[in-house]
């Protein structure tokens, strides 16, 4: 199976629980917030709030891990590439990465204030990313994403 814009996936959680989730373009996924034990019109999925948008490993989709339910367009408020941060595991310099659908990525030099409150510029395993929102879903912090908080220690003075 090859991965395809706009398709929706779900992800089973375990204990009868699913999620669901986009692809947009290769690795990005966008995941909706949402924990269903029973199954979801194509309509209310699309409904959804955008929980997070991740870097994610072909495999998810490519090796079914995630099975493809169904296609949509993505929604206009979703069209737009997001912006994640970067943190240089030698210097501690920080950096803003955009992916952007226009095959136009970017980086450049960034402040801690810029960077706050973005996902890491990480490809994620499915796994790690059941485990994430697992954990969301029951409100307890995730190892996976700590792990990737910015280290401001490590953030060199201007």
Known sequence: MRRRQEDILRIDLGDCLHSFAQVAEEPLIIFF??????????ESISRLPVLFRLL?????VTR??????????????NAEGPFFYKQD????????YHSSFSD??????????????????AVWDPEHVE?????H???????WAESLQIDASAIPAS
């Open 33 to 42: 917030d949402g924990c269903f034990t029973e199954e979801q019109s194509l």
């Open 131 to 135: 485990d994430r929102l697992r954990d």
């Open 89 to 96: 595991a030698i210097t501690g310099r920080l950096a803003l």
């Open 56 to 60: 994610v490993m072909d495999y998810a």
């Open 137 to 143: 879903y029951r409100g307890r912090a995730n190892a």
């Open 104 to 121: 136009t990525n970017w980086e450049q030099p960034a402040s801690l204030t810029e960077c706050e409150g973005l996902e890491c510029a």
């Open 64 to 77: 079914c891990h995630w099975p493809v339910i169904d296609r949509q367009t993505i929604a206009a408020e």
